[in-house]
């Protein structure tokens, strides 16, 4: 499959596995993927992370249903998560920072229980279909990376004007280009659209 990943130089590859999800997880089919200004400094040598980048996306499951997804997975099973501190998982990963594949790519896989099935209101309308991506902006006021149900409450009563902070779009093919993009000063949220991805 298509994805685009850093192994020291950030590259388009065509030839990237397809992921195979372990017990637990689902294959989500990425139909957009936002470059965060974290995905930017993972270029530049940050958390040490090799792979596919992404960790913000919106994206179906093989049943149709629109999904988007927390960045940290933990395993639930290690001692640390039985006590209840899943923050500290032995095995935590973070989708497309630290040793878990992003979601710009064809296909992400996630643990089930970190994905959120987006609410009927969200089917088929464009402006609020792009809203997932931009959660970390909406959450800045309050706390970046925050909890998704007052960011899509936000969004769903159209407090937030999503297209204002959207700069540009890109097909998946041409990555390193919209990572130029993202890096200009003053850039807004560019995303990489994947093939058939533009809902
Ligand atoms: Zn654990």
Redesign the pocket.
């Known amino acids: 499959m298509r994805a685009l990943i850093f192994d020291g130089r950030l590259q388009v590859r065509d030839d990237h596995p397809m992921p195979e999800p372990p017990p637990g997880e689902v294959r989500v089919r990425v139909r957009r993927a936002g470059i965060c200004r974290t995905d930017v400094e993972i270029t530049r040598g940050y958390m040490d992370h090799r792979g596919v980048l992404g960790h913000e996306f919106v994206g179906e499951l093989a049943d149709g249903s629109r999904v988007v997804g927390e960045i940290n997975a ?9 006590r209840g501190d ?1 923050t500290q ?4 990963t973070v989708l497309g920072i630290f040793r878990r594949d992003g979601a710009m790519a064809e296909y992400v896989t996630l643990p089930a229980r970190g994905t959120l099935v987006l609410k009927s209101t969200f089917h088929g309308v464009h402006p609020l279909a792009l809203a997932p991506l931009v959660v970390d902006e909406v959450t800045l006021v309050g706390s970046r990376c925050g909890p998704f149900p007052p960011a899509m409450r936000l969004l769903e009563q159209h407090l937030i004007e999503v297209d204002a902070l959207l700069d540009a779009e890109y097909p998946l093919a041409h990555g390193i280009e919209a990572f130029a993009r993202a890096s200009a000063p003053g850039a807004l949220k560019v995303q990489l659209v994947m093939e058939g991805g533009s809902v």
């Open positions: 933990y395993d639930a099973t290690c001692e640390t998560c039985r899943v998982c032995e095995n935590r």
